[in-house]
Every structure is written in C-alpha cells, then in structure tokens.
C-alpha cells in the first residue's frame, strides 16, 4: 500500500495490512511534525505534492525494499495538507519474517523518501513561512 | 506542440497558476521548455534553486525531448518525510 492523504494516517490499518502469517516481525515508523526547526518555533506546516508521482515513487521505493531485502509486506503513507504539530505526516510500516530486514527497509524507506518523492513541506513559524529546501533568502517575508 | 506544465509548492506560488498549457517548437528539450517558461513567469527565476525535471510522472535529465502533450513538472527540492 503506496500512497498519499488528506486524511489522518491509521497506524492500525496499516499494522493490519502488513500482518503476515511468514513475519515474525512488523516495524513501524511514524514522521511527526515538530514545534521547532533550525531555531525557528514552528506554529503549523503544510505538505504538498505531484500526487500521482508521489504514489508511483513510493511504490518504486517499496519495490527497490523487496529486491534488497527479504521482506513480507510493505506499507508507506504521506499525509498532505495542513498537519497539527505532533501528528503523523508519514508512517512507514515493515513485516519480514526476521527483524533485521524490517528494521533496514524501513530506515531505507524514509531516506529515500526525502530525496526523491515530490512532496514539499511549508513551514509557518512566528514572523514568516518558508518552502523548506527552497530557501532563497526572499521567501522569508513577514506575514 | 503543447506541453501541459504542472506547477507545485514554490514554483506553484510563484507562477500563480498551478496547471498551463505551453505552446513550443517541435524538437524542445525540458532544458529548453523551462527558459521559456522564465520568459513569461519572470519570478520563477528563484536564485540558487536546484530543480527536477519529471515527464510522464518519471524523472528525466534536462536534455530530454519532449512530445505533443507531454506533462512536465519542474520539481524543486523535495521535503517530505
């Protein structure tokens, strides 16, 4: 399961999903939003993305996880839109029938989620917002 | 050709628009379609910004041709996760 929502993430669901008679282990991980970054006190963030791109990136993520290690099932989805700092914006869940494969594709998963899946994160802090890693120095205007 | 040219998070705001068709030669390469676009949306210049160029929904380099139709996104640096 690849995709993208609006919706808040239900960690259940996705424990559920990946359950497998063969595991013997099921890892999740779940992306909160924090209150603070690079000094700034963060009041809210706001995801965006190319969803159809996004789902079809995760799900090559998910693929490239099973060549490489021996995993059951995987499970990754992104929250879009405003999210209220301390929720979930992604949860990552692994089953593999030994640990150690969960636990790697899982950490292998949200590293490359952050360089290749077209999602962009807004943070609004006190005083300003800002496209994170697009800074350009004018996209810190006073709101 | 027409280009369908999909904009997203800074790029979307700095366009204003968020979805355009673009007219350009047959034969243009992304590399060649994004400097046009710069001439008609001058504020999409966003300096030091390192882009992505995907077509169809996959990632290509800038010296890519493009087809009748072709959807292109210019992909700022991601941050999702």
């Not at chain 1, 490239?64 to 979930?88: D, F, N, S, T, Y």
């Not at chain 2, 990632?59 to 087809?67: K, P």
Request: overall charge neutral.
């Amino acid at each position: 399961m690849f995709r993208v929502t609006h919706q808040t993430i239900d960690l259940s669901e996705l424990v559920r999903y990946v359950t497998d008679a063969e595991a013997g282990a099921i890892v999740p991980f779940i992306g909160t939003t924090r209150n603070h970054n690079e000094g700034r006190r963060v009041i809210a963030l706001d995801y965006e993305a190319y969803p159809e791109m996004a789902e079809k990136e995760l799900a090559r993520i998910g693929a490239e996880a099973q060549q490489k290690w021996p995993i059951c099932k995987m499970a990754i989805v992104h929250r879009l839109g405003p999210v209220q700092i301390g929720e979930a914006s992604v949860i990552i869940v692994v089953s593999s029938a030994h640990r150690d494969a969960a636990f790697a594709a899982s950490r292998f998963a949200i590293e490359e989620i952050k360089k290749t899946v077209p999602i962009w994160k807004k943070e609004v802090f006190e005083g300003g917002e800002v496209w994170i890693g697009s800074q350009s120095g004018e996209e810190f205007k006073g709101k | 050709m027409k280009i369908k040219v999909k904009f997203f998070a800074i790029l979307r705001e700095r366009a204003g628009a968020s979805e355009i068709l673009k007219e350009i030669p047959d034969g243009s390469t992304v590399g060649d379609l994004w400097r046009e676009l710069q001439k008609d949306y001058a504020k999409l210049n966003v300096p030091g910004i390192r882009l992505l160029y995907a077509v169809n929904q996959n990632y290509v380099g800038g010296d890519h041709r493009l087809s009748d139709r072709d959807e292109v996104v210019f992909i700022p640096p991601v941050s999702g996760g």
